[in-house]
């Protein structure tokens, strides 16, 4: 009997060691999205964690934080330039703070399509702004998608760019936007995403723009009776990793990162076009007033002199790359 006590609390010392060692040889990794699990980021970063764990065996685990539980996407892309979180998903919104050459992405009405916007994101133009993040504190491991943005208020119907004059309109974090919503004449109000909702519906602001995926996300419809598809910016979106985070794995498990965020790219963008295929027929049913037809040529002639000002700003030729790209 006591030599089978030794054995047993022999095997149960090996099994405890075991379990140890699997342990310590797991690593959790922690990324946050400013919107709820149930939208488009919802989808991109839970597939990134789904592949990350399949293509390391359970190795590397992430832990998703949801609706800005590690505060608002400039407060959590500071946080993974400083290394105190690992990832994020995020918009390019608040990215010009931090890596100023993406702010070019931004000028309103530069993309045709969202093709054209994915073909220069996928191709030569967009590998090139990946590659700026690394001199900033950042791994980006992919394009992936937010959607192009649409404005919302709660005054009036906005049919032409002068129904814009003098509505207070949150806008994001980004020197590019407002610079473009002033030359429509609203009165910008640069504002976190997570107080949106309570700031719109106290009355702080007006209205506020996003994509079609955000404003259902968001449940916007509840404080917003109008929305105009103008389709006046295509809005990126990208995951993004502590550079010494990513610059410590070994190149097995790079690739692994880098090829689960393609993978997620490509079903966050998915869900992007479910969103804006059933969007405008999910807010008519909630009671929102969408006017549809718009005259997009009139609202690019009134940011004619903001356009001079960009050219002068990003240069000419590399926005004419970007629009003639194919």
Do not use: C
Request: charge should be positive; avoid cysteine.
């Amino acid at each position: 009997m006591k030599r089978f006590g030794r054995m047993t609390l022999a095997l149960a010392g090996a099994l405890t060691l075991g379990f140890a060692s699997t342990t310590y040889a797991q690593t959790v990794m922690r990324s946050s999205i400013s919107v709820a699990q149930n939208s488009h980021q919802g989808v991109g970063v839970d597939v990134l964690a789904q592949e990350v764990e399949k293509r390391t065996n359970g190795r590397i685990i992430i832990k998703n934080f949801y609706s800005g539980s590690l505060g608002g996407e400039r407060e959590s892309i500071e946080s993974v330039q400083l290394g105190t979180q690992e990832l994020t998903g995020t918009s390019t919104g608040p990215i010009p703070n931090f890596v100023p050459a993406v702010r070019i992405l931004d000028i309103p009405f530069l993309f045709r399509d969202k093709a054209h916007a994915r073909a220069v994101l996928d191709g030569p133009i967009g590998d090139a702004l990946l590659k700026e993040f690394e001199s900033k504190g950042f791994k980006a491991l992919a394009w992936s998608e937010n959607g192009v943005r649409h404005m919302t208020n709660s005054k009036r119907p906005v049919n032409v760019p002068d129904d814009l004059k003098g509505l207070k309109m949150r806008t994001m974090e980004n020197p590019v936007h407002v610079a473009a919503y002033k030359g429509f004449g609203i009165i910008t109000t640069p504002m976190a995403f997570p107080e949106v909702f309570t700031a719109l519906q106290q009355g702080v602001v007006d209205g506020q723009e996003n994509p079609l995926s955000v404003i259902m996300a968001a449940k916007f419809e509840q404080v917003q009776k109008f929305m105009t598809l103008t389709a006046h910016v295509y809005s990126p979106a990208i995951f993004l990793m502590n550079k010494a985070t990513f610059d410590k794995l070994s190149a097995a498990d790079k690739q692994a990162f880098i090829d689960a965020a393609k993978i997620a790219a490509k079903a966050q963008r998915a869900r992007v076009d479910q969103d804006d295929a059933n969007g405008v027929a999910y807010l008519r049913s909630k009671g929102m007033n969408v006017i549809e037809n718009v005259d997009k040529a009139a609202f690019v002639a009134r940011l004619a002199p903001v356009f001079a000002q960009f050219e002068k700003d990003f240069g000419k030729d590399k926005i004419e790359a970007i629009r003639n790209y194919k």
